[in-house]
């Protein structure tokens, strides 16, 4: 008789776990340190993944205003679905006033921001 109660205790737990596994959604998230740099910053890009997949990369790509596109840092080791990297607003990209989109792409997810560059300020 106890085994009984156990089981219609246990059962539905168990599924409900199951169900939230199941539909939990995957989220990835994107923000930088700052958003206007100048020609002497690096652009700290920060963000979340989950969930995350041990030894899936996640890729970085930045987009110019003239809407060339370039790939500064493919980001492989991150740990506890943290990723935290800096790269450089030197040349050959970043040349021109504007509004920069970086975007950060892992497995099917994707998630972006703006910031804008000014080489003629010191931020």
């Known amino acids: 008789m106890k085994t009984l109660h156990y ?3 246990i059962i539905p737990i168990i599924v409900a776990i199951i ?6 959604q995957p989220v990835i998230t994107i923000s930088t340190d700052k958003k206007i740099y100048d020609d002497y910053n690096g652009v700290e890009v920060l963000g979340t993944v989950n969930p995350m997949v041990e030894g899936r ?5 930045v987009v110019e ?3 060339t596109s370039y790939r500064p840092d493919t980001i492989g ?3 506890g679905g943290k990723y935290d990297v800096v790269f450089s607003t030197g040349i050959p990209h970043w040349k021109e006033n504007g509004t920069y989109k970086i975007i950060v792409n892992y497995g099917n997810m994707k ?3 703006s910031v804008e560059f000014n080489p003629s300020i010191h931020s």
């Open 7 to 9: 089981s219609i205790i």
């Open 19 to 24: 169900l939230f596994n199941i539909f939990q």
């Open 57 to 61: 990369s996640l890729f970085l790509t």
């Open 65 to 67: 205003p003239n809407g």
């Open 77 to 79: 080791n991150f740990h």
């Open 111 to 113: 998630a972006e921001t």
